[in-house]
């Protein structure tokens, strides 16, 4: 196929917070796909925290991105050109390959996508990773129970968002910590029980008056102070998701871990870190049960968008700016809406 395919490639490992002489914009010629490749019209591509550290070049949640190399993460597209038998040309599909315009697959880390079940965007958000995570520590890990008190950092994110309303349908109370009046509005939106701006007082003093008696389960999103606070408040036998540590990712030195440890032993605290992509056997039940709260309005969702792959740098430290309400997502080629699509 005729013409060019940007991508953006890492071009330097960044110390501290990334800025975007970090990344690279390269054009490439649209690769032909051969014998059970799959040539895909990416449509949006994902802007996610994790990628973060495995721009080090220690070892993080998997294999660090390489320099000059395009970085690569989920996304979803139109498959353009097929000589797989599993995809038609027309399908609309989710890898990993995102952060290009232009993905060849040998489809063997390819799902179809049904458009008429939603957005295909929502796969890289509140039906994709995203939505599994929140899923999976909170139902998983913490087994809430009705009338308990969940608190969620960094709760108007993809996944805090989708922690903060699951824990909701399951009869708790919600406190969630946002960077915003724009966020906590938001949050207050879709249902959450009280907010707090961790950007105006500190998280111990929130936690005090908005959950006065403890809470019972945390969700960490944000790790630092946040972790420390949480520990102090929660009651006997409280149990922690440690699904990461934003807080801590552009860290230049390691940081002291809280001062109240001593309490896990004390309270009898479960804190449980995880990784989603070791549990991908139970997305479909996730996914079921999710679908049916999209639809029936139990769990709702916001997309942060931004438009061009050129600007997809600038996305990725607006994440770590606290820019994004939601899903931060980046749109590189038409949609299910578009005409062209």
């Known amino acids: 196929m005729d013409g060019v395919s940007r991508e953006i490639r890492l071009a330097a490992r960044p110390q501290g917070l990334p800025d975007e002489s970090t990344f690279e914009l390269a054009e490439t010629p649209i690769p032909e796909p051969g014998d059970g490749e799959v040539l895909v019209r990416n449509a949006y591509f994902s802007v996610d925290p994790y990628m973060r550290p495995r721009m080090s070049a220690s070892r993080s949640y998997s294999a660090s991105f390489e320099l000059g190399e395009p970085l690569y993460g989920g996304a979803v597209g139109r498959v353009a050109a097929s000589r797989n038998p599993g995809f038609a040309e027309g399908d609309w599909v989710l890898h990993m390959l995102?952060?290009?315009?232009?993905?060849?697959?040998?489809?063997?880390?390819m799902r179809t996508l049904d458009p008429a079940g939603g957005p295909v965007s929502l796969a890289l958000g509140v039906l994709g990773m995203p939505?599994?995570?929140?899923?999976?520590?909170?139902?998983?890990?913490?087994?809430?129970?009705?009338?308990?008190?969940?608190?969620?950092?960094?709760?108007?994110?993809?996944?805090?968002?989708a922690a903060a309303q699951m824990a909701k349908i399951a009869g708790c109370r919600v406190v969630g910590s946002a960077g915003s009046a724009e966020k906590l509005a938001w949050l207050r939106e879709i249902g959450l029980d009280a907010?707090?701006?961790?950007?105006?007082?500190?998280?111990?003093?929130?936690?005090?008056?908005?959950?006065?008696?403890g809470i019972d389960i945390y969700f960490d999103n944000v790790g630092g102070d946040h972790l420390e606070a949480a520990i102090g408040a929660l009651r006997l036998h409280g149990r922690v998701a440690a699904c990461g540590s934003i807080a801590r990712?552009?860290?230049?030195?390691a940081s002291p871990g809280p001062r109240n440890v001593f309490m896990v032993v004390t309270k009898r605290l479960k804190i449980q870190g995880f990784?989603?992509?070791?549990?991908?056997?139970r997305f479909p039940e996730f996914f079921a049960q999710a679908q049916e709260w999209?639809?029936?309005?139990?769990?709702?969702?916001?997309?942060?968008?931004i438009e061009g792959i050129e600007n997809a740098p600038r996305a990725f430290v607006g994440l770590f700016q606290g820019e994004n309400i939601g899903k931060m997502l980046v749109k590189v080629g038409p949609d299910e809406h578009d005409a062209d699509a």
């Open 275 to 281: 990784i989603i992509s070791d549990h991908y056997d």
């Open 195 to 213: 907010v707090f701006d961790y950007r105006e007082r500190p998280v111990h003093d929130a936690l005090a008056e908005l959950a006065p008696d």
């Open 98 to 109: 995102g952060w290009r315009e232009w993905a060849l697959s040998d489809g063997s880390a």
């Open 294 to 305: 999209v639809r029936d309005g139990r769990l709702s969702y916001h997309e942060t968008v």
């Open 131 to 161: 939505g599994f995570t929140a899923w999976w520590g909170l139902f998983q890990l913490c087994a809430p129970k009705e009338g308990e008190t969940v608190f969620v950092s960094g709760a108007a994110g993809a996944v805090g968002s």
């Open 249 to 253: 990712y552009n860290d230049t030195e």
